[in-house]
């Protein structure tokens, strides 16, 4: 395996997004949406990082059979909490294409948030079939398959504390 992206990196990483997210939101309390499996790592030192009021809420999406993407978005999990008039912020771990997200945005507008803000740790330019604005972005990467720090294959590797490459590909 090829480490893309060390530990250390990613942390540092982490720390800036937490406090341009404290300097965005002071004085409000605004809701986190991780986004199932992949993004819990990146949440959770991500909210180490928020020293802010918060509120934590996940969805479950899916568009991925093993490798690749099968082009059809599912909602496993829907969110519970209300979003109305709400400022929200949706934590993704990575951005491929962005019909996930696109997907997750046009639900959640449906239910009249305040304010939508997008962070992803990582994000595939080259694979982008949708436009995507990040308010918040860790590493652009390149079209690789990554696993590691929350991203897997097949559910294995998220346990892994840095993002590399499986067998360069």
């Known amino acids: 395996m090829h480490i893309l992206i060390k530990e250390e990196t990613i942390l540092q990483k982490v ?3 937490g406090q341009k997210i404290n300097d965005d939101y002071q004085n409000k309390n605004p809701i986190i949406i991780g986004v199932l499996k992949g993004s819990f ?3 959770s030192d991500l909210l180490k990082e928020i020293n802010i009021p918060v509120e934590v809420d996940f969805v479950s999406v899916s568009s991925y059979d093993g490798k690749k993407s099968s082009g059809e978005v599912k909602l ?3 969110i519970s909490s209300d979003i109305t008039d709400r400022d929200i912020i949706v934590v993704e771990d990575i951005v491929d294409t ?3 997200l696109r997907f ?3 639900r959640f507008s449906e239910l009249k948030p305040r304010s939508v ?3 992803s740790l990582l994000n595939k330019r080259d694979a982008r ?3 995507i604005h990040f308010t918040y972005l860790g590493f652009n990467i390149p079209r690789v398959f990554v696993v590691g720090y929350g991203l897997d294959q097949s559910n294995k590797y998220r346990n892994l504390n840095f993002i590399g490459v499986v067998n360069g590909k």
């Open 129 to 131: 079939q949708v436009d």
């Open 15 to 17: 720390k800036e997004i």
């Open 117 to 119: 803000a997008i962070c």
């Open 41 to 43: 790592m990146f949440l």
């Open 104 to 106: 997750l945005l046009d």
């Open 76 to 78: 496993g999990q829907d």
């Open 98 to 100: 962005g019909c996930t």
